[in-house]
């Protein structure tokens, strides 16, 4: 049988073309998304115009889009309909069904920051404890976080940004984590 740890190795293994490929922002003529016999290629604001000029990153598109956004680089809107109320929620979730790998911390600013907690629930996760089978091949399959990692955020080729909870120094207990009180 193979083991989990193999399947990680594995896709890792997968994964280093990716990690290998060149950082530069490649012109769109030369990106193999555009047509470079489009009158539209002479128009479009080329990657490397418009993406240096925010917070770098060292993966994806090269763009710390959080730090973009909370240090006021862009300032997306928060909602199509002005009936959409956006709530923040500053709340952490650790997942303790990751293998022999670290925990996985889930924190909800970011995302929310982003987008309306319609988004994800419960369309993509149901809002309850262990309700979500989350497993690596379903996130590498596009489902779970996999909607969004891989295509929009930084990709799945970054497992310690989600794997960063190192589980032999972990007191807590796995779920929702307490914020500290405020001094």
Not at 7 to 12: E, R, S, T, V
Not at 125 to 146: H, Q, R, T, W
Request: glycine share 6%.
């Amino acid at each position: 049988m193979i083991s989990a740890r193999s399947i990680f190795i594995g896709l890792l293994l997968l994964a280093f073309p990716l990690l290998a490929a060149d950082p530069g922002w490649k012109p769109l003529a030369e990106d193999g998304l555009h047509d470079p016999a489009s009158p539209a290629i002479g128009v479009l604001q080329e990657p490397a115009e418009a993406l240096s000029l925010l917070p770098p990153d060292t993966a994806g598109n090269r763009v710390s889009w959080v730090r973009a956004l909370r240090e006021r680089y862009i300032a997306p809107r928060t909602n199509i309909f002005p009936e959409t109320n956006i709530e923040i929620l500053d709340m952490d979730i650790i997942m303790d069904q990751t293998g022999e790998l670290p925990l996985v911390l889930f924190p909800h600013k970011p995302h929310t920051e982003w987008l309306d907690c319609a988004n994800c629930h419960d369309r993509i996760f149901v809002e309850k404890v262990d309700a979500n089978p989350i497993n690596m091949f379903a996130i590498l399959s596009g489902e779970y976080c996999g909607q969004c990692h891989g295509a929009v955020s930084f990709p799945l080729t970054e497992c310690n940004r989600c794997h960063s909870v190192v589980r032999r120094t972990f007191t807590g207990k796995p779920g929702v984590q307490p914020k500290p009180e405020p001094d």
